[in-house]
């Protein structure tokens, strides 16, 4: 019994130490009012080119991006400052969150609002999305609209629980293998980020419609970026999904349309190694 309560006491103790451990990575290496803290944001060439080779991106992709990053060095991190920036205020709005890197331990996306109410197309009521995210889809489905194109949001921020029934669900139906080229394990979702959208029909058929088309063309300009592009399965784990866009801000979008294909998840992964 004692050795049982003790051994109980050294687990909780070794996981809190773990805890502690973990904390400086997920959310941001530089405490405020550190030496450093001002620095934070500041990264030279070499820590670049360190960070593209240490991402392990396709080695074509890598030679593409690295070209265009020693084409215009200046203009590169000029570009990626405010990404930085981004990312020292808000450590989870930029956060690689995939099949390999689970986000933090049942994180609770904080922030959120309904999207009811506010001239938003949605599928049903009770929608939520961070604050940032949300306004951003007002601004976005505004200026679709007054293209005559309409967006509809068919599914949202997505809590831990939520997901482990869709995924659940998708292993009943479909077996494990497939569950998982469509759906994300819980803990590893983007929905859970509170960033990413669903559009439409979440169906292939989704590609064929002027929504679509306008995402495509348009999002970007709004912060919003397609995660789980065509012919990308080998880096972003998934399926091809003409439905499914993560806000990333509007720096993240652009400098991930110049210099890195229009691939969010090689954004991701430089950014994570930087
Ligand atoms: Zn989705």
Request: net charge positive.
């Amino acid at each position: 019994m004692q050795n049982q309560f003790q051994a109980k006491h050294l687990r909780a103790a070794v996981i809190a130490a773990c805890i502690m451990a973990s904390l400086p990575s997920l959310w941001g290496q530089k405490g405020a009012g550190s030496p450093e803290a001002a620095n934070g944001t500041k990264v030279d060439l070499a820590r670049a080119r360190a960070a593209l080779a240490a991402a392990k991106l396709p080695t074509r992709a890598e030679a593409s991006i690295r070209a265009r990053m020693e084409a215009a060095p200046e203009a590169f991190l000029a570009a990626l400052a405010p990404l930085l920036a981004d990312r020292e205020a808000d450590p989870m709005l930029l956060y690689r969150a995939d099949k390999a890197k689970a986000l933090p331990d049942r994180y609770e996306a904080p922030d959120l609002v309904s999207l009811d109410g506010k001239g938003l197309s949605v599928s049903k009521a009770g929608l939520r999305l961070r604050r940032e995210a949300a306004s951003a889809l007002q601004a976005m489905s505004k200026a679709a609209r007054a293209e005559g194109v309409t967006l509809l949001v068919s599914s949202t921020y997505r809590s831990y629980d939520y997901q482990t029934g869709v995924f659940d669900r998708n292993v009943k139906e479909m077996g494990r293998a497939a569950a998982e080229m469509v759906s994300a394990m819980p803990g590893h979702s983007q929905h859970q980020l509170g960033t990413a959208v669903d559009f439409g029909s979440i169906t292939d058929a989704f590609a064929q419609t002027k929504a679509s088309r306008w995402l495509e063309a348009n999002a970007r300009r709004f912060g919003f970026s397609l995660s789980f592009p065509k012919g990308m399965t080998e880096v972003t784990g998934y399926n091809w999904e003409s439905w499914h866009y993560r806000y990333v801000g509007k720096a993240a979008a652009s400098l991930e349309a110049a210099y890195f294909e229009g691939v969010q998840q090689y954004l991701m992964l430089f950014l994570d190694a930087l």
